[in-house]
C-alpha cells in the first residue's frame, strides 16, 4: 500500500479562500488532486480536541493542537513517503522533524519571513524566525521558492547551503492558460464605461499602505471627479474601520466591502486600474503578491509607489505610477493604450506560467510517487 503525501498547513476553505498564502496552497494542492493526501493543521491555540475532516475520499485534514497532539503529527509524517511544509511558520511546528526527515521533505518559502517581520518591526520573532529559516533550509530535501529574485535571495543569504541544488521555482499563480477567449471576453467587459474603474482588494496590514492609498482616492475625488469610480475590497472584519477612515477623509460614493471570492473576480473583470503600494525594499523585491497575479490576469493594471515586485519588473512589465496618477497626467491612458498595456501584461503572465510548467510537472510526479 502506499504511503500517503503529507501537507504541513492549514486546508483552503470558503473563509479563507481571499487569503494569499491559502489561495498558493489551493493551487499546490490542484498538482496533488490525484494522490491520497492528508493536512496536518497545528495550532498552539486551537484544536484542543483531535479531529479530522474528510475533504473528498482522497484528502483528509488532522486539526491537532501543539502541546497535546504533536506526537500524532509526528507519527502521521514519520510514515508519509513525501512531506510538504507550507512556509517557515509552518516549518516551526515541526521543525524538529526536519533533521530525522528532512530527506523527504519540501518546504515551500513563500516569502522571506524574517525579513517581512523585521519589516513590520518585529525584532524578536524575526530572530526565532531566521533561525527556523536557517535549520529548515539547511535539511530540507527540495525548496520551492516564488520568484526568481528570492531564488537568488536565498542562495546568496547562505552561500554554503549549496541551495541552487534544492530548489524549485513555481510563481504563486493560477496554473490554467490565458487564452484569446479570456482576453477577449475582459476586453468586452472593460469597454463599457466613460470612467476608469479603480479597485483595491486585499488587507490592511502596514505594507499595504492603505492609509496613502486612501488619500490617493480623496485627493483624485477631489481633483477629477469624473475621471475615476473607486471600489475597495477588504476582509469582513476590517469593512468597518476602513469605512469610518474614508468618511473621516470626506471621500463619497466608493463601494468598500467584504466580497466571496467568486464576486470578487466578477468585479475584476470591469475594472481598468488596481492599488498594489508596495515600497520599496527587499520583502517586496522578492514577492509575488498574490493580489498582483490576480490582477494581470483579470487584465487590471497595477498602480504602484515602486514598480520592483518580484520578476515581473524584469519582464518589464506595464504598471502606472501613483504620482502619476496624483498629478492627473493620465492622458496616455485611453482606451488603446491601455488595452495594450493589458495585453503585454497577458503576454508576460503566460510567459511566467510555461517557465514553471516543467517544475509543476515535476512536482506533480513526485506527488504521485513516480
Known amino acids: 500500500m502506499k504511503k500517503n503525501l503529507v501537507f504541513v498547513s492549514q486546508f483552503p476553505g470558503r473563509l479563507t479562500e481571499r487569503d494569499g498564502m491559502m489561495q498558493r496552497v489551493r ?36 486539526h491537532l493542537n501543539m502541546f497535546t497532539h504533536w506526537p500524532h503529527a509526528a507519527y502521521l509524517i514519520s510514515g508519509s513517503r513525501l512531506v510538504y511544509v507550507h512556509s517557515i511558520y509552518h516549518a516551526f511546528r515541526v521543525l524538529p522533524l526536519y533533521r530525522y526527515f528532512g530527506a523527504k521533505i519540501i518546504t515551500d518559502m513563500h516569502g522571506i519571513v524574517p525579513e517581512e517581520l523585521e519589516y513590520s518591526r518585529d525584532l524578536l520573532a524575526s530572530k526565532l524566525y531566521s533561525w527556523v529559516e536557517r535549520f529548515a533550509l539547511k535539511y530540507s530535501w527540495r525548496l520551492i521558492t516564488v520568484t526568481e529574485t528570492m531564488t537568488n535571495h536565498y542562495i546568496n543569504k547562505y552561500p554554503t547551503y549549496n541551495l541552487s541544488e534544492k530548489i524549485i521555482h513555481i510563481p504563486i499563480m493560477d496554473f490554467s492558460i490565458v487564452t484569446n477567449s479570456w482576453i477577449d471576453q475582459l476586453e468586452a467587459r472593460k469597454m463599457n464605461s466613460d470612467r476608469l474603474r479603480v479597485v483595491y482588494a486585499g488587507g490592511i496590514q502596514p505594507w499595504q499602505n492603505v492609509d496613502r492609498m486612501l488619500s490617493a482616492i480623496a485627493h483624485l475625488q477631489q481633483k477629477a471627479p469624473d475621471s475615476y469610480e473607486f471600489s475597495v475590497y477588504l476582509p469582513a472584519s476590517a469593512v468597518k474601520s476602513i469605512q469610518d477612515r474614508a468618511k473621516s477623509l470626506g471621500i463619497s460614493a466608493v ?8 464576486e470578487l473576480f466578477e468585479r475584476f473583470k470591469a475594472a481598468h486600474l488596481g492599488f498594489v503600494l508596495r515600497d520599496s525594499s527587499k520583502v517586496n523585491q522578492v514577492a509575488m503578491p498574490t493580489k498582483l497575479v490576480e490582477y494581470i490576469r483579470y487584465g487590471i493594471i497595477p498602480i504602484v509607489l515602486s514598480p520592483v515586485l ?3 519588473y524584469s519582464y518589464k512589465y506595464e504598471y502606472v505610477e501613483l504620482d502619476r496618477i496624483l498629478s492627473c497626467n493620465v492622458e496616455h491612458l485611453d482606451t488603446i493604450r491601455l488595452a495594450n498595456m493589458r495585453r503585454k501584461n497577458y503576454a508576460i503572465l503566460e510567459y511566467l506560467r510555461q517557465l514553471s510548467s516543467g517544475n509543476q510537472d515535476y512536482l506533480k510526479k513526485l506527488f504521485a510517487g513516480e
Open 310 to 312: 518580484g520578476d515581473f
Open 27 to 62: 493551487a499546490i494542492d490542484s498538482l496533488a488532486a490525484d494522490s491520497t493526501r492528508c493536512y496536518i493543521d497545528i495550532s498552539f491555540k486551537r484544536n484542543w480536541q483531535l479531529n479530522v475532516d474528510k475533504i473528498d475520499d482522497k484528502c483528509k485534514v488532522y
Open 255 to 262: 463601494e468598500i466591502a467584504s466580497l466571496p471570492q467568486k
